[in-house]
């Protein structure tokens, strides 16, 4: 995490917090720029922002760029904006005159227009008003239909992964990948493995309850084929599947149900079958290892929007506002 943080500091991306009078939202945007993670713009009306930082003892907010959207004198502009991106979609002006004063719509179109780097809600949002407007308005990469979401494991065990480091995904956003969404997946989960968790080689194992062939079904037919569909996305990228979970992190069981793979045994990137395996697995790891579990990171989108769970802390505000700055450092590297 400390890595993380200090990459951030070394670029600093402007990040935007759409729930500015949200309690945690604010006091971590506070040490945010105290620290100089990040430069931030809050979203919120001006007057409570200004009475909840003097209430809070905040001293940093007077630095974040504030945007009241009820007083936005860049409202007509945005307004606009959003109607002639939706309008083929049969948004009224009506309609984009009422949501370019919802903030989480500001935000996106914020990044949209190129005075943000990365957005980071959910405090006070529910997952799916988070990322409707980050759909509708920043859409995804090049060759991503769909948005998945990976944690970064810290474990005591370092044997595994990269020095106890893992990135696990999907464990938030698709129930049921197919073939084509699985190997979207595992290509965006490698990316999310370099940009964020600072991985230079990310070995990505397509888990399922066999290896090689040794159980036969049509749910392990889904990760063969998406594996080999990964390959075809991005012929560099080290995968291998389907792998059961020990044939993927421990050496001697990789080598023995998989010889010759290079990623059996060996793997930092693990891309689960389905949400619900996968969202399972972390919160299995976190409570019997003791593993710190960073995210959800959510992937795919073509400038990093985040969600934070409502019941996050200050401190999960913290780091998620430097790994968005992570991503938007990425992003512009991809473009």
């Known amino acids: 995490m400390n890595q993380i943080v200090a990459r951030a500091k070394s670029c600093k991306q402007t990040i935007v917090l759409p729930e500015a009078t949200e309690e945690r939202t ?5 040490r945010v720029i105290a620290d100089g993670v990040a430069n931030i713009v809050l979203i919120g009306d001006a007057a409570e922002v200004a009475s909840l930082s003097k209430q809070w003892g905040l001293s940093n907010i007077d630095k974040a760029v504030l945007i009241d959207p009820n007083n936005n004198p860049e409202y007509d502009f945005y307004t606009n904006m959003l109607f002639e991106l939706r309008k ?4 009224t002006i009506e309609e984009a005159q009422a949501k370019a004063k919802d903030p989480l719509y500001l935000g996106a179109l914020l990044i949209k227009n190129g005075k943000a780097d990365g957005m980071l809600a959910g405090a006070r949002n529910a997952t799916s008003n988070v990322l409707r407007p980050a759909l509708q308005i920043i859409k995804t990469q090049p060759g991503v239909s769909c948005v ?4 970064i494991m ?3 065990k370092q044997e595994y992964g990269e020095n106890g480091i893992l990135v696990f995904a999907d464990c938030a956003v698709t129930p049921v990948p197919d073939a084509d969404q699985l190997a979207q997946i595992a290509v965006c989960s490698a990316q999310t493995a370099v940009a964020v968790a600072g991985f230079k080689e990310p070995r990505v194992a397509m888990l399922s309850f066999s290896t090689k062939g040794s159980a036969k079904n049509e749910v392990v037919d889904k990760v063969i084929e998406a594996t080999a569909k990964a390959k075809a996305m991005a012929p560099d990228l080290k995968i291998d599947g389907e792998l059961q979970a020990d044939a993927a992190i421990v050496p001697f069981v990789g080598a ?3 010889p010759g793979s290079e990623i059996a045994g060996k793997a930092n990137v693990l891309v689960f079958p389905n949400l619900e395996s996968g969202n399972i697995s972390y919160k299995l790891v976190q409570r019997f ?4 579990a960073i995210g959800p990171i959510l992937q795919g989108i073509a400038r990093p929007v985040n969600d934070l769970s409502r019941g996050c802390s200050i401190d999960d505000v913290y780091k998620m506002v430097a790994v968005t700055a992570n991503q938007a450092m990425a992003a512009k590297q991809q473009n």
């Open 148 to 151: 998945s979401g990976a944690f």
């Open 256 to 258: 023995s149900k998989a």
């Open 26 to 30: 604010l006091k971590a945007a506070d």
């Open 154 to 156: 810290i474990t005591p």
């Open 289 to 292: 290892s003791g593993a710190d």
């Open 88 to 91: 083929k979609k049969g948004m």
